[in-house]
């Protein structure tokens, strides 16, 4: 399994879950839970960074440079940031109009098929 994402890995093993519990379609059914594992190697992964960070003697708020000084102009930006972001989010319909039509979501972006526990837990993390 050379040069696997944990993403496609995480599929793997829903797909093996799906399919032990007597899905008849599991590779299918496990694409909207893209929303619940893609949280859980988020979530994975912060923790080791923090792990990493901890052996080399710094804080995950240290690799953001917040100090209690700083906290103000920081939070005063993030408008700036989001602004700046606009163009870039109105280009991405146009943008994904050829491969995707004219569809209000590309697939991957939609949860599909999901127990209420799972939407739920996707919406909220």
């Not at 879950?17 to 859980?40: F, H, K, M, Q």
């Not at 870039?88 to 569809?103: I, K, M, N, Q």
């Amino acid at each position: 399994m050379k040069n696997t994402d944990p993403l496609r890995l995480a599929q793997i093993t829903t797909s093996g879950i799906l399919w032990a519990t007597g899905d008849l379609t599991p590779w299918e059914s496990s694409r909207g839970w893209w929303t619940v594992y893609g949280t859980l190697t988020d979530a994975a992964c912060l923790v080791l960074l923090v792990l990493l960070l901890r052996r080399e003697g710094l804080r995950l708020r240290d690799v953001f440079g917040l100090t209690r000084t700083n906290w103000g102009p920081q939070l005063r930006a993030i408008p700036v940031y989001l602004l700046a972001l606009l163009p870039a989010v109105a280009a991405a319909s146009p943008a994904t109009l050829p491969f995707y039509g004219p569809r209000a979501l590309p697939p991957q972006v939609t949860a599909i098929h999901l127990p209420l526990w799972a939407a739920i837990y996707s919406s909220t993390l």
